[in-house]
Structures are given as structure tokens and as C-alpha cells.
């Protein structure tokens, strides 16, 4: 199948050219031009992604040499934070694999992050007053520092830093790598919380929920913003809007805006910075997308916060040791005053713990892990689905392995959150699930629901959006925090929709015989473990759906007796702790479900069958010990593993591989057996979510917002 490739033309900023969407040229900006208008004379880059398929050129095998990333000149990535350091702990190592990819990297922090003013390690005995203005800009100086270092291995590679006006009405910094200006950092001067729970109307959250008018800007020491400023909610959405429209991402990533709320207390899970600069990003990627003119496509990542410490950690020892020291760079833990600033080089408040609560040892998505977003039709047809401009993006392969990919189609409907599943109904439609987030215009009103589309025939386009509600009483209950939705259908024709609540219990609802939708209810009872992540859903070769979800020790499941029945549960697996990130699927020999998952701070690969009546115990867990690592779920269709490998890149190898070989795993309860180590391939692309696949091949949403198609097929085996 021939690659087709869409070309972005050059945007022009008064003189000076804005290349692949980033922010080269904006240091020569003249007086009257604001960051976030509309550059003059830009012309509007090609709307229409390409499908792009893997190639001999693209692929190197796992073991010689680290594929390097995507240079696709496509790719132009966003990251919107509440605080400097919350890219460091909450999105890395994704920030590193796009910094070496060469390609654009913008990050906009919406605070200064200046708490009490104070740069020493907590508990200090000896600690210098307090200078907010000082320790914002000791904060900025470390972040420069671990950009840089990421960039080009020295921490003291020097910036260009200026003022820009924003269309908020502001002042931004804006900093350029001169060594590489396709990196860029955008301070906005925010006043911060300056407490993760604490009653703090001056902030985010009592700006965003209508208590302050204003909130005021807190510059720090030696920013070449001039003067103060204040900001309104609309003022705030209106400067993202526009820094959206010049940086023009084609990937989008923000912390979590639903991170929920601890049971006992009611006080949030995470910052609430985090949280509500996050319902800030949403709010102005909404109203980017609904803008007039054209632009690239973008999809959008949510990353969990604070709670993800507590959870098993996701990340092997070496991309652990990576990051931790590039919090170390950011920290100033070796004291070395190489950057000349009397405020200090880096945020001494985290030299003193720079692993936090184990963040440094995890990333964590806060949803979009499904693997079962392609699916093939009653005719032969494949069909692929994923969220770009808040809209369900459709690409459709026509049946036959010679015919190409077509789309994407968006359909109508905004606000979809990433994360989409599907599956097939029994006369051979296919139905889409997802959630749905309605930012209204009170100063309260947030809603999250989980929604649904289906072919009005077989073949045919799909219908409207049908809401399935929430099992959530408000967002003031609990934040909105619901998972990502997991769909199976039974053999009585039966369909299943499954979700986490806030409450970290499951909540589904079952289709009736003519077609509607019963009520909510819960399938954990009170003294049910936790449940975390995404839980995922399958149906075995007998009919019956499984669901299965992750607790911070083990895994979950849920079943039906036979098809029809309700869902059954919750009964143990005994099988052991997983990084929360599951693939489901039935089983090969026809009984009952295959489970895949990965290993805990190591990110290799398990896998084991679990019974298809009684809720016994798994089979012993097979382990493909070394090889690509990484971190996230394991996709893929019969016959082929896909994973996200430690470089970000994708990795397929045989489904097959993963069944050979005998030896032991410690810490399964009933044994195990080790698997011979695939021979991985790696695609030389960065992707978002998890793969998803067919016995055809795999696919994957890159980050320049194009569907990725890589045909099956055996390497060789090591």
C-alpha cells in the first residue's frame, strides 16, 4: 500500500518563520503581535491525516540499536501543566522521547509554582525567608536545566527568553533552546494554590468555580515580564486558546481533570491545581477545536497525578534512573551555581526527596489503554476509531489485504474524551463506546457520561450519540472519576457496558431484549478491594462474558455463568500484582479468557488463561522476560503481540511466543513457566493510547494524529 503524506506549508510571523508549529521565530515578535493570534500571512496546513504504513525503512529489531523516534515533520506536541516540575514526575519519560524525537515541543505552565516562597529542602533547619518571586524563578531555572540537559546533554545550554502578550490580555514568558528552538517553555505567571486541598479562592479552582473574579499574576524574579496582570476564567481560556492556535499541536498532553476524591475525607486525590488547571487546558482545547479555520488534527493524553505513587510502579530500573535524574538536574541537588542567579538554579524543596511519593518510578495514563478500538465487520471490512478534535475519528479497510485505508471520518458530536472501545453486534454492526465531557456555561457545571454510537445497518454510516448516563451522583461527589468504558456482548446477543466509578468499584449496565439500556448497579460490594485503571471485557468461545480489573495487589474478574445471566462476582485470580494496564481476550483452546499484563517496575510481559466457569484460580503465569520493557497494555490480535516499547516506539512480535518454554516465576502462587524471548520488531514512530490490532497486522495513533497500519508479520525468533 503506497504512504501517502501530508505536507505542512511554513506559517509566517511577520518575518520570521513558525517551522512545524513551534514557537522558532517568536523572539524576533514586533510590538503589536500577540502570542496566540493568528500569524500573518500563515497559510492553514492540510486537515486530512494520512494512513501511514510500517515499511522495510522504518523497522530495526529490539537488542542491536534503539530505534529512534518519528522525525515526521507532521509531529507538534503541546503539554499543558499546572506547575513546573508536573511534566518532570506526572508525563515523563514521554516528555524525553519527544525532546530526542527533534520534533516540536511546547510546554506551557500555567502557575509559577511560588508555595511559600521558601528554596530549601522540607525540614531544613537552617531555611531563608520567604521570596515567592525568588523561588519562582529558582523553579524556572531548574526546569531550563533539565530541559536542556534533555535536549543536548548540558544542563547550562543557554535561552532566548521574552515577553509576549497573550490574547488573554497578559504577558507570557516565552523560552527558546537556542541549541534546539524547536523547544520552547511558556510561562503564564499564574498565583498558584500553594496547598494540594487547603481553602485557597485566590487560585484555579476558585477562579474556575466562580469565587474570585480574578487571579492575579505572580512573576518571578528576573522574568522579562514587565508588569503584573490579572486574569478572568474567560481571560485564562481565551490565552490557552490562543497558544493553542500558534503552536497548532498535532498531540495534546494534560494532566487529569477527573482525579476524584478520597472517600473518607472528600479531599481530592490529587493538587487541586492539577485538577482544575487541567479542566482550564480541556476548556480551551474545546473551543480551539470549534474555531473557524483550518488546522492539523490533534489528540489529547490525560496523565494521572499524585495517585499514581501508590499504585504499582509501571516504569523498568533504567528509564527510572533516567528520569529520577533528570528531577535531580531540575532539583539543583548537587548545589552547583552554574546558572548565576542569585535566586537559585533549581527547586530545592524536591532535592531533598526528588523521587516523591514513587513518581519517578511510574508514568500512568489516566484512560485511553483500551486495545479494542479495530474492529472487523460481518463483511470482511476492518474499521479503526479514535478521538481527534474531541470528535470520534473512522477510518474504514475495505475487505481484502490489497485494499488501503480510508479517512479519517469525523462524525458529529464534540467533547469525546480519549479512550473509545468497540465491538461487534451479533447481526453485524458495530457499536463505539466512549465518555462525553459537557462543560456548561455555570460556573460549576461539569459532566462526564459514557456514550454510544452504532452502524444503523451492517456496513452502513453511524447513528447519533445515545447517553448512557453516569453512575455518578455529581461531579461534586466525586469529580466525574470514571474510567474508560469496556463493552463485551454475550451469546444471547446481550450487550455489557462496564466502568470504574469514582468510588473505585464497578458499576455496569446491561441492554434489555429490546434493545434499551436497565439502570447502574454495582458489581463490587463493600469490602471488595479497590479498583484502579480501566477495567476490560471479553466474551469466551462459549458465550459468556469476563470482566476483569486491577486492584494495587491482583486482578479481579467477573463472570457469567452462561450467556444471559448476569455478571457474577467479584472472585480472586490469584495471580499476582500487575501495572493496572490489561488486555483480555478468549482464550485459544476455547476455554475461558487469555489475560495479558506486565510485570511490576520492569515492564515485561505476562500472560495466563483463566477458567470459563467456577471464577477458579488462573493458570500458572508465563513471563517474557526481557526484551522491550515499556510500560501500558499489551494489543495486538490473534497470532501478534504489540506493546509500547521503553523508547516509546512501537514493538510487535508473535502471539505464539508467548506460549513456549519452561521455567520459574516467583510470586504467582501456583508457579510458572518463562517464555522464549521474541525478537521484537520496532516501528519508528512515538504513539498514543495502546495499540489495537487483527490478525492482519496492528495499528496505532501516532502523535502527528495519523492511524499507523502495520501489516502482520514472523520475524524471526531468538
Known amino acids: 500500500m503506497p ?89 515523563n519519560p514521554d516528555t524525553a522521547q519527544s525532546i530526542r524525537s527533534g520534533r516540536p515541543l511546547t510546554t506551557v505552565y500555567l502557575t509559577s509554582g511560588e508555595s511559600d516562597g521558601v528554596n530549601a529542602p522540607r525540614g531544613a533547619a537552617e531555611r531563608p525567608g520567604p521570596d515567592k518571586a525568588g523561588f519562582a524563578a529558582a523553579r524556572q531555572n531548574g526546569i531550563r536545566a533539565a530541559y536542556a540537559e534533555m535536549a543536548t546533554g548540558s544542563r547550562t545550554s543557554p535561552w532566548d527568553r521574552v515577553s509576549v502578550p497573550t490574547v488573554g490580555g497578559g504577558a507570557a514568558e516565552l523560552d527558546t533552546l537556542r541549541a534546539a528552538p524547536q523547544i520552547s517553555l511558556v510561562w503564564l505567571q499564574l498565583r498558584e494554590a500553594g496547598a494540594i486541598n487547603a481553602d485557597r479562592p485566590h487560585s484555579l479552582n476558585g477562579l474556575w468555580n466562580g469565587r474570585v473574579p480574578v487571579l492575579a499574576s505572580q512573576r518571578a524574579t528576573g522574568t522579562p515580564v514587565a508588569t503584573d496582570f490579572t486574569y478572568s ?200 463506546f466512549g465518555t462525553r465531557t459537557t462543560i456548561g456555561g455555570s460556573a460549576r457545571s461539569y459532566d462526564r457520561e459514557v456514550v454510544t454510537t452504532e452502524q444503523a445497518a451492517r456496513g452502513g454510516a453511524f447513528g447519533p450519540w445515545r447517553s448512557l448516563g453516569t453512575p455518578e451522583e455529581s461531579d461534586a461527589r466525586g469529580t466525574s472519576d470514571i474510567s474508560a468504558p469496556t463493552v463485551a456482548v454475550d451469546g444471547s446477543g446481550r450487550a455489557t457496558v462496564v466502568v470504574r466509578d469514582s468510588g473505585h468499584r464497578l458499576t455496569a449496565r446491561e441492554q434489555r431484549p429490546d434493545g434499551g439500556w436497565g439502570p447502574w448497579r454495582q458489581l463490587s460490594g463493600p469490602a471488595t478491594e479497590a479498583v484502579h485503571g480501566d477495567p476490560v471485557a471479553t466474551t469466551d468461545a ?21 450467556p444471559g445471566a448476569p455478571l457474577g462476582g467479584p472472585r480472586p485470580t490469584g495471580l499476582p500484582a500487575t501495572t493496572l494496564a490489561l488486555n483480555a481476550s478468549p482464550s485459544p483452546d476455547g476455554q475461558g479468557v487469555r489475560l495479558w499484563f506486565r510485570k511490576p517496575a520492569s515492564g515485561d510481559l505476562r500472560t495466563a488463561d483463566l477458567p470459563g466457569t467456577g471464577g477458579g484460580p488462573a493458570s500458572p503465569v508465563t513471563e517474557l522476560a526481557g526484551g522491550v520493557a515499556g510500560f501500558g497494555p499489551v494489543g495486538g490480535g490473534p497470532g501478534m503481540l504489540a506493546v509500547r516499547a521503553r523508547t516509546g516506539v512501537l514493538a510487535t512480535a508473535p502471539e505464539a511466543l508467548g506460549r513456549a518454554g519452561t521455567g520459574t516465576v516467583t510470586g504467582t502462587g501456583g508457579g510458572g513457566r518463562t517464555a522464549a524471548t521474541p525478537l521484537w520488531t520496532l516501528q519508528n514512530f512515538l504513539f498514543s493510547g495502546a495499540p489495537g490490532g487483527v490478525v492482519d497486522g496492528v495499528a496505532a495513533m501516532g502523535l502527528d494524529g495519523t492511524l499507523h497500519w502495520t501489516p502482520a508479520a514472523t520475524p524471526a525468533v531468538r
Open 233 to 432: 476564567k474567560h481571560q485564562v481560556i481565551e490565552a490557552l486558546t490562543g497558544l493553542l492556535k500558534r503552536i497548532r499541536p498535532t498531540f495534546v498532553r494534560m494532566q487529569d481533570p477527573t482525579p476524584g476524591l478520597h472517600p473518607e475525607s472528600g479531599k481530592f486525590r490529587d493538587h487541586q491545581d492539577h485538577l482544575y488547571g487541567a479542566r482550564f487546558a480541556q476548556a480551551a482545547l474545546e473551543r480551539y477545536a470549534a474555531a473557524a479555520g483550518s488546522r492539523p488534527h490533534f489528540g489529547v493524553q490525560n496523565y494521572l497525578g499524585y495517585p499514581t505513587g501508590s499504585l504499582p510502579h509501571t516504569l523498568d530500573p533504567a528509564s527510572a534512573e533516567a528520569k529520577l535524574r533528570t528531577v535531580r538536574t531540575y532539583a539543583w541537588s548537587d548545589g552547583i551555581n552554574d546558572c548565576a542567579d542569585p535566586a537559585g538554579c533549581g527547586d530545592l524543596k524536591v532535592a531533598g526527596r526528588p523521587a516523591g511519593d514513587g513518581w519517578t518510578q511510574t508514568v500512568r495514563y489516566a484512560r485511553g489503554t483500551s486495545t479494542s478500538w479495530v474492529q472487523r465487520d460481518a463483511d470482511g471490512a476492518l474499521h479503526a476509531f479514535s478521538v481527534l478534535d474531541g470528535r470520534l475519528a473512522v477510518w474504514t479497510r475495505p475487505a481484502g489485504t490489497a485494499a488501503e485505508w480510508r479517512g479519517p471520518v469525523l462524525l458529529p458530536g464534540e467533547g469525546l474524551d480519549s479512550g473509545v472501545t468497540s465491538v461487534r453486534l451479533p447481526d453485524g454492526r458495530i457499536s463505539v
Open 542 to 562: 462459549a458465550g459468556r462474558i469476563h470482566v476483569l480489573a486491577g486492584t494495587a495487589t491482583t486482578v479481579l474478574t467477573w463472570s457469567q455463568e452462561h
Open 3 to 91: 504512504v501517502r503524506r501530508r505536507l505542512r506549508p511554513v506559517s509566517v510571523l511577520t518575518t520570521t518563520a513558525v517551522v512545524a508549529g513551534s514557537f522558532v521565530g517568536l523572539l524576533q515578535l514586533t510590538s503589536g503581535s500577540v502570542l496566540g493570534a493568528p500569524a500573518t500571512g500563515s497559510r492553514a496546513a492540510e486537515p486530512t491525516p494520512a494512513v501511514k504504513q510500517a515499511g522495510k525503512n522504518s523497522v530495526e529489531r529490539a537488542g542491536s540499536k534503539d530505534a529512534d523516534p518519528s522525525r515526521t515533520p507532521e509531529v507538534s506536541v503541546a503539554q499543558i501543566v499546572a506547575h513546573p516540575d508536573d511534566d518532570l514526575y506526572f508525563m
